[in-house]
């Protein structure tokens, strides 16, 4: 008989590493949609509307209540900022600007702890319509 080699199972099934940093992207409505399953427990928003330009995310809401505070037409420019894999909203602007108000990056900020929370932040890009973020596992 003649012998015929048998490729062994890890020569025969070539396992695929995965290239990392992938992209996630967000877009608009995805925020929108967030926002209103609950994202922050408590957090109730309605008429919420937001925009991607060139590095900024604009935030309008006709009402956001949070416990006993409660905001109407409010405006919150700003970009984001990643460090040592962290992503994290910087409020530019916010209309009408008061002590209530100033909490809305605090929001913002822990909705994205949540959206990101397994992975390692190395870039995020803002252009019209989406947020893109380049990611990796965390270890």
């Not at 890890?10 to 929108?32: D, G, L, R, S, Y």
């Not at 900022?81 to 002590?99: E, K």
């Amino acid at each position: 008989p003649t012998a015929t080699s048998v490729p062994t199972r890890a020569a025969a099934v070539a396992t695929a590493t995965p290239e990392w940093p992938k992209t996630i992207v967000i877009t608009e409505a995805e925020i929108e949609e967030m926002a209103a399953s609950g994202g922050v427990p408590g957090l109730t928003i309605t008429g919420l509307d937001v925009t991607f330009g060139n590095d900024t995310m604009t935030v309008f809401f006709e009402s956001l209540k949070y416990g006993f505070i409660s905001m109407r037409n409010v405006t919150v420019e700003g970009h984001f900022d990643v460090t040592n894999g962290v992503a994290t909203f910087v409020a530019d602007s916010i209309s009408p600007r008061n002590l209530a108000t100033t909490q809305i990056p605090g929001f913002v900020n822990q909705a994205l702890g949540q959206q990101f929370s397994q992975w390692y932040v190395e870039d995020i890009t803002i252009t019209p319509g989406q947020l893109s973020a380049s990611v990796s596992p965390r270890s």
